[in-house]
């Protein structure tokens, strides 16, 4: 209970800094990143040592590794984050009623923010930083698998904020890592303002239905892409390599494509040789394995996130069919069409509901760096409050700020 008062104590003093020191702050956090390369490698080394020896899959060692190009990328996402706008004092609207009573609606920090998240350790200096710049206190709860690395980033974070005469419960390890620390930070509505769970299906399942905290959860990542029967295949070809074999593990990865009907024939066997190159294992429906020799795709598969160098394919009638078949299987995540054809173009963007819906083009852009946000604190598949790559806006909430003259209420 110590440690949550001391975060919540934190959150006020942070709500008051400027601007300018904040910036400034960060510009210090991310060369303490740096210069620190070295040391971080170490301890990640025993993160990786462990990982093989439980038998991490390739996807996970790969989100888990870290070197010195990552670590500095961490670093140039702290420098991003301290160039945007301060989200915080913003007046949103503003009026004056018929009492001359003048009223702003003014941007303000959130408070306490407890974010849960597996593997990724880059993700400690991301939503750190980001909870920074928003002027929010944080309580990081990362995987077991990552956590020699997690603690000597906070650490690196923590020291700068120490060296400024701030608390070092501004950013904050959660000190009980158990599934039973867990279940007791996602009831601390009297000091944790919002959960933030960013991982596989049964973290989110746990953090859902055991807060009382409120929640921005992303569920996952059942990402498509519809090829169109007015598809350019040499521009397609390279966005669905891109979407499925480049980074197979992460949530914006194409985990299904949709193929018109109309095209099976012509576009599936240059496909195919283009996944069989990439190692890509390829699972269909009926339609697709009377045309190209692949596996099995049943139900199950559509519905999962496989976050491996695997595809499932089915052939679908028109638009219509692949927006019906991502209604049935989506995750609201994100969604790509390919094709030369503008009103299908729009037809599919405006009935596909996701946080991200693109045309032409890969579904690995939906990330809070190529957003512009500098980093993000994650995902999110929920339609209130923050949807899709969560910034430092999605970070604030907002008050009223009235100013009055002598006014009572008659």
Known sequence: ???????????SIIAQLSTREKNRILLAMAQ???????????????????GSANGLSTSMMDRLFLDAKRIEAMAQAIREIATLPDPVGRVLDGWVNEDEL?????????????????????????????CFK???????????????????IADMLQSVLVANALPK????LLPDTSREGVAHLVKQDKYVDLIIPRGGEALIRFVNENATVPVIKHDKGVCHIYVDKEVDLAQALPILHNAKVQRPG??????????????????????????????????????????????????EDF??????????????????????????YGSGHSEAILTRDYATANRFIDSVDASACYINASTRFTDGGQF??????GISTSKLHARGPMGIEGLTTYKFKIYGSGQIRR
């Open 372 to 377: 512009g946000f500098g980093a993000e604190v």
């Open 32 to 50: 303490a990143l740096v210069a620190n390369t070295q040391a971080i490698e170490a301890q990640n080394r025993l993160d990786m040592e462990a």
């Open 250 to 299: 992460v949530c914006n990865a194409m985990e299904t494509m949709l193929v018109d009907s109309a095209v099976a024939h012509d576009v599936l066997p240059p496909i195919k040789a283009m996944f069989d190159a990439a190692g890509t294992q390829l699972r269909g429906c009926a339609r697709t394995r009377a045309i190209i020799e692949v596996g099995v795709a049943n139900d």
């Open 102 to 130: 003048k009223i702003e609606k003014v941007s303000v920090p959130i408070g306490v923010i407890g974010i849960i998240y597996e593997s990724r350790p880059n993700v400690t200096s991301d939503t750190a930083a980001l």
């Open 1 to 11: 209970m110590e440690f949550l008062q001391e975060a919540k104590k934190a959150s």
């Open 134 to 152: 928003s002027g929010n206190a944080c309580i990081l709860k990362g995987g077991k698998e990552a956590q020699h690395s997690n603690t000597i």
């Open 303 to 328: 519905h999962t996130e496989h976050l491996a160098n695997k595809l499932n394919i089915r052939i679908v009638d028109g638009v219509e069919g692949a927006i019906e078949h991502i209604a049935t």
């Open 169 to 172: 419960a501004i950013i904050a």
